[in-house]
């Protein structure tokens, strides 16, 4: 099992910043590849980013080089940097995490709000 907390969401401005957390804490398995999806009002979930256990990177092409997506291996916690905001990028991200068995796991989601 794995649970996931995320943190960090928020009301910004667009063209402000914002970093979300995603600390995971597992039982009897250990945690592959994490992410962030997000998911606008009236609309369907969506890929953010991306990272490997080996540390490979993938973002959506809306978010490519204003959003970066990190790891803490040490303290199994996943980070998305989002630089200049814009309106949007509003919705609940939620943070997404597979086991070494491939199974999936969502946390609870948080809100990030940009407004113009």
């Known amino acids: 099992q794995v649970q996931l907390v995320e943190s960090g969401g928020g009301l910004v401005q667009a063209g402000g910043s914002l970093r979300l957390s995603c600390a995971a804490s597992?039982?009897?398995?250990?945690?592959?590849?994490m992410g962030w999806y997000r998911q606008a009002p009236g609309k369907q979930r969506e890929l953010v980013a991306g990272i490997t256990h080996g540390g490979d990177t993938n973002y959506a092409n809306s978010v490519r080089g204003r959003f970066t997506i990190s790891r803490d291996y040490a303290k199994n916690t996943v980070f998305l940097q989002m630089c200049s905001l814009k309106p949007e990028d509003t919705g609940v991200y939620y943070c997404?995490?597979?086991?070494?068995?491939?199974?999936?796991?969502w946390g609870k989601g948080t809100l990030v709000t940009v407004s113009s």
């Open positions: 597992a039982t009897r398995s250990s945690v592959g590849a």
């Open positions: 997404d995490a597979k086991d070494e068995y491939g199974r999936n796991y």
